[in-house]
């Protein structure tokens, strides 16, 4: 092995160097790979490697899980479910429960903050057993990479045959003026807030936008959103934003789209729109207007690694321009998305094993967390027109479902998309209760290359609101819904 060995919290059973590789063959290495980054891109990669055989380090400078576990999905979500509970605290009158004053109902967020960091350290922790578990050694620190097999990290130098790259991602600022007295979070601030503001103006009506403009209102904080494009959410379906943001609306969150932020004053944001100059007032300002790549310890142009505004540049493989050296996660700029970023770990692992892996981004599931939920995969419908030209189309709305109409939230609809020629499933959207649990199966479906007729004669279980895809394969494979 050369180099000399860093302090390393080794992991049980761990082979440590590259001398012990499952093949047995001698190699010059410590590590047959070098991770750099633990977030779910990078421990994902390191747990399948060493399940794979072969001997792995993961360097992590803070904690692992990345910004999904320690500052994203996770305490997001954790924060949306305290927001639910208050939700079904208040209605409950409507399903019988007495005794309850729902108007009183608030949150305690120091107890909400308390109890999502409970969450986040218990999946960070699971995380740490997992990798120790399967032999991976932990190195804690900085990885700066050196060249294509060397990593500096916690004072020493660590060698590999392959290095993944897996950084992730920081938020993105905007370059307007700003007066220092006004509070700017980005969505890292506001997972930590301990008290609520009592209004505050969102930039950017994205994923991070819109489920923390739905946060706040839920809660009781007055939200005014800023979208420099025509809608908000403009991945999602063209039907469906309509309607979730009529949901917005109705929840009184003002909406500005088509607006162009010009500054951030002392008492809110200013922007134009329709040729005026606009001025929304609020308390604190979230900045969510989109995150970019973080090269932390990579000097990309030094070691000759290919960048396209400011990400590492991969091919489906996850292979970069330098021979063995492999970028996963938001780094590679492709899709900012947690599961992405694991299956792309597993692609760049199976590639470093003499497999033939490629990542498809065709059929990547999006989930947003309102209530109803939204979830999607492959393209909209003006998409689905546009690449195919002639499609057909399913819906069917919530209201007829009998899971549904029972726990008291029958807004939203389904919606499935087929090109006309073969009748290959190119898109399904979801606003619905369970959406983000309901969209895999179309994900599998679409891989498959299932039929809207297969899935129409797959038996769905009733009652559940599941059947709502069931219904909309009918509505698409016959032009009629059973129950619509
Ligand atoms: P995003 O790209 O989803 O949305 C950013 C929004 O800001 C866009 O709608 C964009 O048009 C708008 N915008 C850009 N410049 C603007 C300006 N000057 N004024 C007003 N609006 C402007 O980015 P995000 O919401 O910050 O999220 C970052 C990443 O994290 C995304 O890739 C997202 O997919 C991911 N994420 C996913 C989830 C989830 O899947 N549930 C949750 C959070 C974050």
């Known amino acids: 092995a050369s180099g000399s060995q860093p302090d390393t919290e080794a992991g049980a059973g761990t082979s440590g160097a590259a001398g012990g590789t499952a093949g047995g063959e001698e190699s010059s290495f410590d590590y047959d790979i070098i991770v750099v980054g633990g977030g779910p891109g990078g421990y994902v990669a390191a747990i399948k490697a060493a399940q794979l055989g072969k001997s792995v380090a993961i360097v992590e400078k803070e904690r692992f899980g990345g910004t999904c576990l320690n500052v994203g999905c996770i305490p997001t979500k954790a924060l949306l479910r ?119 103006v969102v930039i950017g009506g994205g994923v991070i936008g819109i489920e923390f403009a739905y946060f706040l209102a839920s809660v009781g904080t007055r939200v005014t959103v800023v979208e420099f494009l025509d809608r908000i959410l403009p991945m999602v379906d063209e039907e469906i934003t309509q309607q979730v943001e009529k949901q917005l609306r109705d929840m009184g969150i003002e909406i500005h789209t088509s607006a162009k932020v010009t500054e951030i004053t002392a008492c809110g944001v200013c922007f134009e729109k329709n040729g005026k100059t606009c001025c929304a007032e609020a308390d604190k300002v979230l900045m969510a207007v989109g995150r970019g790549p973080r090269l932390d310890g990579i000097d990309c142009e030094a070691l000759g690694l290919k ?160 059947e709502v895809m069931h219904e909309a394969m009918h509505a698409l494979a016959d032009g009629r819904a059973i129950h619509f």
């Open 82 to 200: 305290s927001a639910e509970a208050l939700k079904e605290v208040r209605e409950s009158a409507d399903f019988g429960v007495v005794g309850v004053d729902g108007l009183q109902a608030r949150l305690d967020m120091t107890f909400v903050q308390k109890r999502k960091q409970g969450v986040v350290n218990q999946l960070v922790g699971g995380v740490n057993g997992l990798l120790r578990g399967n032999g991976v050694t932990i190195v804690s620190g900085e990885g700066v990479v050196k060249d294509a097999h060397t990593v500096e990290a916690a004072g020493k130098i660590i060698t590999a045959a392959s290095l993944i790259l897996a950084t992730g991602s920081v938020a993105k600022h905007l370059p307007i003026p700003v007066d220092p007295a006004m509070e700017v979070l980005t969505s890292t601030e506001l997972l930590q807030l301990d008290s609520l503001p009592e209004s505050m």
């Open 307 to 466: 960048t396209e505004r400011g990400a590492i540049v991969t091919d489906e493989t996850m292979r970069t321009s330098i021979d063995g050296v492999y970028a996963i996660g938001d780094v590679n700029g492709k899709a900012m998305l947690a599961h992405v970023a694991s299956m792309e770990g597993i692609v760049a692992v199976e590639n470093i094993c003499g497999h033939s892996s490629v990542m498809d981004y065709s059929q990547v599931p999006s989930a947003i967390y309102l209530q109803p939920e939204i979830a999607c995969v492959g393209l909209t419908e003006k998409q689905a027109k546009e690449k195919y030209g002639e499609i057909k189309v399913g819906r069917f709305p919530l209201m007829a479902n009998g899971k549904a109409k029972v726990a008291g939230e029958e807004r939203g609809m389904v919606k499935v998309i087929s090109e006309a020629k073969y009748g290959e499933i190119v898109g399904v959207h979801l606003y619905c209760i369970h959406a983000t649990d309901m969209i895999a199966e179309a994900v599998v479906a679409m891989k498959l290359e299932a039929t809207a007729e297969e899935i129409a004669a797959s038996i769905h279980p009733h009652p559940t609101v599941s």
